[in-house]
């Protein structure tokens, strides 16, 4: 019986081990502080982890100096807590702050729990220290408050965003979709939720958008950015820059696409009317068969060999190209002899391609008589006219050389008047669509790209930045050049439009007419101004014209000179019409600021070039009405010095028979 019994006792202090250490383990995996007070203790002793945490003098604290540091709002409730808990009254609070001078604040959840002892109460301390919990919950505010401000501010930049911006499901349909977006495609908000994008995407388009779909769903790509076509409500196709990113939960899980969509259709027209000047200017150089049409770096090394140079000299294009003329093309005696020649004339040596290229370089062209080889090493009179291709700030980018063979001896004297002068014509109309091709080169790798490359950093920046402050600065920054490069197409698809020439329509016009018109239209700056404005169309009273380009060349003229007045004198305007050699002119002349054409002659008619500090100037108009004077075969001129005046003098194309009336 007695083993019995001691067994267990063992087996009961076995148990009570176990739930002891039980109790420890839990304690200090949940930061739990715990000790019993007695009946009849006079002072209730924490345990010394609980002092330590708290950072209290171990030696020296009691339960007095517990209850002093507990904040003032908790420290009366804890006080009477223990009275009542004397009393048989449980006691729980779930937060109870404790803040020594010079500590970080502490947080505990505290119960205090009565145990019958005979007539009182023994009593049990529980602390939890929840301080690492509730740092963690504010933490979770502060991130949620932090992501519903952020969701705010991109909520705010996508429904103001100025391309269209949509949210789109791994099926691609339309989740979410701003007002721009609707506007380029001419849907409503609702009836885009009935479709996906497949619905809306070119056939020819659709398998590279779901591939790369694909891709980013899989893992592979984070996001994309292609060029692809949408067909709008009306039916017509829009061209579209895409961009996509993919959105996962913090779990990877994936939620929506973010698709930005801007409109390009009108750069894509640009482009394609880029790609019809390149094709007329080939078609240009295969139809003369007969005519030799090279064009050579500023060295000679040859880049262009029509079909009539492989007609005459037996060369294909392929075997010429890259080599330089006067190794294959030029008769070395030839070149010597005008060498020669040349270093005499201008007093410096002149040898190798400079022999060729020399006078063209000081001059518009050169034009004179030179023998050429043959690949099979015959040589033949070829006469040439050679004009220096120049680049935008007016330096020589190449050389342009159009030549017939004139070995005919007998007809040579008669051909070769009629020859210059075709050859001429010729050079001009290749070096009018070369300077078209090379402006609109220039605009659309420059004024084009910058814009386009300046949004995609700022959508990068938006996306990355936090603060809303910063975000809204960016879409402010965004809407400008948004701005921006919707006024340089705008301006670029008006001069295409121009060049095309589909709706012009000749007819006569009268000068005094549309002067009186222009007159009218600027009534209100003439009188705020008190400009003066005289005219005098006594030598030639009308003209054949597409009437519309006439009234915009001068309010363009007319507005200029009234805009970029002196200040220090009354505007003065005098218009015009002139006829000198059997050349009629128009001029528009005034007394404003003038131009400084030195250092502004080869940008005078740039797009967005200005010479003057003017809030309204937008270096558009002199670039419009050249295009539309040019595209009647005229050409415009200016003479002008600083606080003098300007003048321009614009030279009408030349008919066949004129009186002082107009054509006959």
Sequence with gaps: MQDRNENLGDIQLSSLSYETKALEFVSELFDIYSWEWRQGEEEIHPPSELIERIGLNEKNSSFHDLISVIDPEHASEFANAIQEAKKGILFRTEELRITVPGKTPLYFKVGIKPIPSRKEYNLIFLFQDIT????????????????????????????????????????????????????MLGYTEEELFTKTFQDITHPDDLSKDLNRVQAMLEGDIDSYKIEKRYFHKNGETIWINLSVSIVRDQFGKFLYFVSQIEDITEKKKAEESLLAINYEMRQILDSATHVSIIRTDPNGMIQLFSRGAENLFGYKAEEIVGQYTTEYLHDLEDTLKRSKELSNSLGTEIRGFDTYSEIAKRSTYDSRVWRYKRKDGSLFPMHLVLTAVRGQNSEITGFLGIGTDVSGSVEYQERLEETKRQLEALTEQLSRKNAQLLNYAHITSHNLRAPTSNLISLVELIEESKSQEDILSLVGKFKVSVNYLQETLNSLVEVLRIQEGNNRKIETVKFRSVLDKILKILEGQILETHAEVRFDFSALEEWQYDKVYMESILLNLLSNSIKYRSPDRTPKIYIQSQISEGQAYLIVEDNGLGIDLKKYQSKLFGLHKTFHRHPDAKGVGLFLTKSQIEALDGRISVESELNKGTKMIIELYKPKVFSSNGID
């Design 132 to 183: 690492r919990v509730r740092s963690a919950q504010e933490m979770g505010k502060k991130i949620e408050n932090s992501l519903s401000q952020s969701e705010r501010t991109f909520i705010g930049a996508f429904e103001n965003s100025g391309i269209g911006m949509a949210l789109v499901s791994d099926k691609g349909k339309w989740l979410k979709v701003n007002r721009k977006l609707c506007e």
